[in-house]
């Protein structure tokens, strides 16, 4: 077995003949930056073999002089004698999620009507006092007998109910009974009803709520994990008050900017466990400093709601995802079972149940269910509006009170600052605005932050193509002016570089493969839309409005956005930002037996258009690849 020695840590690890350099960093416990999923196309995981037996696929990214001084691509060299390797070590994302939780604080422009009322306020977890009759001679009955009688005496007192309920109390709370059950006369008694069965969640003598006076009685947990990011808000399931929220990166991201790379990636066991303890340990870390933050406890924490997309909620689950992108793409489930945290390794109460918001289609999942909940496609109207969730994934719902149709497009990750040269999302350093001198072609722009420019994120990039494109620095095609002089625009055979900053200390440029990219992800935007207004006979003059939710949502300039074909002039003043909805949803429905309701009678009455079935999606997917579009009449006149 050759070993191998990853610098500048020093870690050896022993790796088998003909395995990765990836798959060995990950046995050593380094997190190498794989965007794309290990398919060798990114050039992000490239290292340094310094000495040593590898064996190098060919790859057109790495020139020959790289290759004469040892680079390779870690996902595409494999280890053949011992080996020591320079690796480029994954940024910690752990220095900048204050950042992003600061940047990603959504502004909610939710109708009131839309919220749940304190009428509504019903947690899918109870809370009752039972009081047992205590052990005496002769009575002949287990302590399990007497809490089942209480318990079922209570609920029935309070639900009509409750005597015609089985009981299923986890075996950790059995071993624990004995002792609770003696200590006061009065229990306290956390509970859900599936069907004719109660599930009890918690039980603690009810003397210790007073001792927790200071402190919510019950916590509830609504969660969104994104393909980038995750969000998770504390609640308290008494008020329905947030109590606290915070957001961090999905440690996924090592593994795969989208979903097409993490499914790639989690082909092995190995690395599907990966995947689903990557998620799971970054939940476990925003839960823990929410407690730490406002003093609550993880054990009192009764019940979650999670809002993901259909390929998110495999990997949590450890379920294979790979034929959620193979013909007939048909997914392993769409509605889950109601778990425990305990099956799903969440550090909560064990026997908390975890809800799963219910996915439509291999590419629509409960993010985009979820985020109904926080529009006027979830009531009844007889306006139709068009919902729309830009990330790397684009979901669209478009529909009223009597119909709802829903569709996915791959972007990719350019609006999020994925696939761009010196591309970054969207925190502090990001140049957010660009703005082009009509005259010399020179840049100015603003960064999130007022810092020294370190990247260019989503906005930027659209704020940029849209400027050049208006000043005529760019032809329809995205291809840079050549013919007049300009300081900002290099020249390299056929290829153009766009020079925003030029300071050799803080350069940002942009290359024509940059803009390239952003064409083809507002193209596989807009097709969407075009071809799901086509299927039901719409165009865009007969929507009333349409609602663009997500992170990338609050960044983006409509004008922008309009002017290099993203979104048609028609709806200009019909665009409505509303921020994670993703999230909203589920807290709704984590606080509101009605909202929980809402959420699958919305996934039943969808429609799922799968458009890789679609013929003509390709074609409008070509039309669009120009800017604005070849159809100018939809979109802002240029020059």
């Given at each position: ?19 990765s ?9 380094l ?26 696929e ?8 790289m ?11 494999l ?19 204050g ?12 109708d ?29 009955r ?52 599936v069907?004719?069965?109660?599930r ?12 927790e ?19 998770l ?64 406890q ?14 998110m ?13 193979l ?33 439509v ?9 979820s ?16 919902f ?35 591309g970054m ?12 001198d ?27 193509v849209?400027?050049?494109l ?10 840079l002016?050549r013919e ?11 290829s ?20 390239q990219?952003?064409i ?45 074909g993203?979104?048609?002039k ?14 909203s949803?589920?807290?709704?429905a ?25 013929l ?12 604005p579009?070849?159809d ?8």
């Open positions: 077995m050759p070993s191998v020695t990853f610098l500048p840590s020093g870690v050896t690890v022993e790796a088998e003949v003909n395995e350099i990836l798959d060995a960093a990950r046995k050593a416990g997190a190498v930056e794989i965007p794309c999923g290990g398919k060798g196309i990114c050039k992000k995981c490239i290292v340094q073999v310094l000495s040593g037996g590898v064996i190098r060919d790859n057109p990214l790495l020139e020959k002089d290759l004469d001084e040892g680079y390779a691509l870690a996902c595409k060299t280890l053949s004698d011992p080996t020591q390797v320079r690796v480029r070590l994954l940024s910690n994302v752990e220095n900048e999620k950042v992003f939780s600061e940047q990603s604080e959504d502004i909610m422009l939710v009131p009507a839309l919220l749940p009322s304190k009428d509504d306020l019903q947690p899918l977890v109870g809370l009752i006092e039972i009081t047992p009759v205590q052990p005496v001679a002769g009575d002949g287990s302590d399990y007998d007497r809490f089942v009688i209480a318990l079922r005496g209570a609920l029935d007192s309070a639900l009509d109910s409750g005597s015609s309920l089985d009981v299923d109390l986890p075996l950790a709370l059995l071993r624990d009974l004995p002792e609770v059950i003696r200590e006061d006369e009065a229990l306290r008694v956390a509970y859900h009803i069907g004719s069965l109660v009890v969640v918690d039980v603690l003598p009810a003397k210790s709520a007073s001792d006076a200071s402190a919510p009685a019950r916590l509830g947990i609504a969660l969104d994990i994104g393909t980038t990011t995750v969000a808000q504390l609640v308290d399931l008494t008020s329905g008050r947030i109590v606290a929220s915070k957001t961090d990166y999905n440690g996924q991201i090592a593994c795969g900017l989208d979903v097409i790379s993490r499914i790639n990636y989690a082909q092995k066991p190995d690395r599907l466990e990966e995947l689903r303890s990557k998620v799971v340990k970054t939940i476990n870390h925003l839960l823990q400093e929410l407690l730490e933050e406002v003093g609550g993880a054990a009192r924490i009764y019940d979650m709601t999670v809002a993901a997309n259909t390929t909620v495999h990997l949590l689950l450890g379920v294979p995802p790979e034929y959620i992108r013909d007939p793409y048909v997914p392993t489930v769409y509605e889950v079972p109601l778990y425990t945290a305990a099956d799903l390794g969440i550090d909560i109460c064990p026997a908390a149940p975890i809800l799963i918001v219910p996915s289609g291999s590419y629509l999942g409960g993010d985009i269910i985020g109904l909940l926080c529009t006027d496609l979830s009531k009844n109207t007889d306006d139709i509006y068009l729309l969730d830009i990330g790397t994934n684009g979901e669209l719902v478009l529909g009223n009170g009597d119909f709802l149709m829903g569709c996915a497009c791959s972007a990719g990750p350019a609006f999020e600052g994925g696939g761009i040269n010196q999302r969207a925190s502090l350093g990001a140049i957010e605005r660009v703005s082009v009509p005259e010399t072609g020179e840049a100015t722009y603003s960064v999130i932050g007022g810092q020294t420019p370190k990247g260019i994120c989503g906005s930027g990039m659209i704020s940029l849209a400027n050049l208006r000043s005529g620095w760019i032809d329809f095609a995205g291809q002016e007049r002089p300009c300081k900002a625009i290099e020249i390299n055979g056929r153009a570089t766009y020079v925003i900053e030029p300071a050799e200390n803080m350069r940002v440029a942009v290359s024509e493969n940059d803009i990219n952003i083809r992800a507002k193209a596989a935007i807009f097709s969407a839309m075009y071809l799901l207004l086509q299927n039901v006979g719409l165009g865009f003059e007969d929507l009333s409005g349409m609602m663009i939710a997500g992170g990338f949502g609050r960044y983006l300039d409509s004008d922008d956005a309009m002017a290099i993203l979104l048609p028609l709806i200009h003043d019909k665009v409505h930002f509303i921020g994670n909805t993703s999230v949803g589920a807290h709704m984590l606080i509101s037996a009605r909202h929980r309701q809402l959420l699958f009678e919305v996934a039943h009455r969808m429609t799922y258009l799968d458009l890789s079935t679609e003509g999606y390709m074609d409008q997917y070509s039309a669009a690849l120009f800017l579009h070849t100018a009449s939809l979109f802002e006149t240029i020059r």
